[in-house]
């Protein structure tokens, strides 16, 4: 009987796209997945570390699973347990000490390697090298449909800010070369993508040679879209995660010229304050990321903004938080995440000893969220009795209703009695409820 697994998520897209590869190498090795862990005889956790509540989430379920996987051995059937993503690169020999029913613990470059274990006897096993190129190179071509697909064209990060622990999870900054990624998109459009999120860590910072009339061309995000937008089928390009000091000039006339690149940009500041920005290595100034924005909006007006902010970083003062807010207010964000600084281990931030207080951190959270919602709901209402186009994904939770996104990710709900799915309509919006809309089909 084929052997069943089980896959759980935490954490960023790169995360999610790693899941799907990992379901793709498995499924091609005979095993089929399940939604219920407890059918399962591989269970693979795809950890996230960038938050302190993630790795923390990821020993509680351990915990869950190693009774789980106690109960099973007793009735004379097997299963393995794996921690694959950042946490299992960063933490490594801690995870098999505090939970030793882990059989193997694999670094987010190192997955391709688990059918092959699978098969071995020996367990309780890390890997964790960096093995970009050979991963990539062994992941068999997918058979998932899916409207919208991910695909990763580069990994890790040579930039080190300081709160951040991706150069030490993910490793140095790899990109995939253009022929591959072209295969890759190629074969998800024949099994009916229209839509592709290149990802990245530093995606902006994407670089690969190609060989054109015999000479060697360097290709750079914007000449990477421009070359899939050619794909036949393909309808949206989108990409993340963009750091502003890559955005070229070419970058933003690829979004004025090239229909299928959606115009929205996440683009992370974390902190409208030039010193803050500092301390933290961002390499850029408040005044640089808002001429970035400003060059962008006036080449391409349609534009809209999301970023993520970190609030209480150590040594923020409420000058520095009111410049955040002053950032903010300049830009005008569509969309945007925050948090509160949590320090991850190994950073150099970690080391720092004037953590803000608590009480002032969650102060700032709340300020800072109230004024992002305010703008979000400000741009979302903007698009009221407006027809705009929408990329239908999937069906929704009531019968007839069919679920879309706007070219700014904005989720949209409609009706129909025929299938819509992969299609992209031109829809009236009517209505907005939280941050989803209704609307009703024009064209
Ligand atoms: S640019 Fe992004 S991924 Fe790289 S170190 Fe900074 S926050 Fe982390």
Known sequence: MNQSFFIKTYGCQMNDYDSN?????????????VSNVEKSDVA????????KKASEKLYSDLGRLSVFKENKNKLGKKMHIIVTGCVAQAEGNEIIRRNKSVDYVIGPQNFHIIPK?????KTNQIFTEFLCEEKFKSLPSSNIKNVSRLVTIQEG??????????PYTRGAEYSRQVEDIYAEVLNYIKNGTSEITLL???????????IEKSKKKEVNLSGLMNILSKIPGLKRIRYLTSHPSDISDD??????????????LHL???????KILKLMNRKHTKEEYLSIISKIKKNVPKMAFSSDFIVGYPGESNNDFEETLDLIEKVDFASSYSFKYSPRPGTPASTKKNYINDQISNLRLKKIQE????????FNTSFIDKNIDVLISGRGKKENQYVGRTPYLQPVHIVSSRNLIGKILKIKIESLTSFSFHGKIIA
């Open 157 to 166: 990060c040579d930039k080190f800010c300081t709160f951040c622990v991706v």
């Open 200 to 210: 990245g860590q530093n995606v902006s910072s994407y670089k690969s040679i190609i």
């Open 251 to 264: 970058l933003i006339s690829e979004h004025k010229n090239n229909k299928s690149v959606m115009p929205f």
């Open 44 to 51: 693979i956790l795809n950890t996230c570390h960038i938050r």
């Open 371 to 378: 004024l992002l919602n305010k703008q979000q709901k400000t």
């Open 117 to 121: 274990l699978l098969k071995k006897k």
């Open 268 to 274: 992370p500041v974390q902190s409208g304050s030039s």
């Open 21 to 33: 590869k990992m379901e793709d190498l498995l499924t091609f090795n005979g095993f089929s997945k």
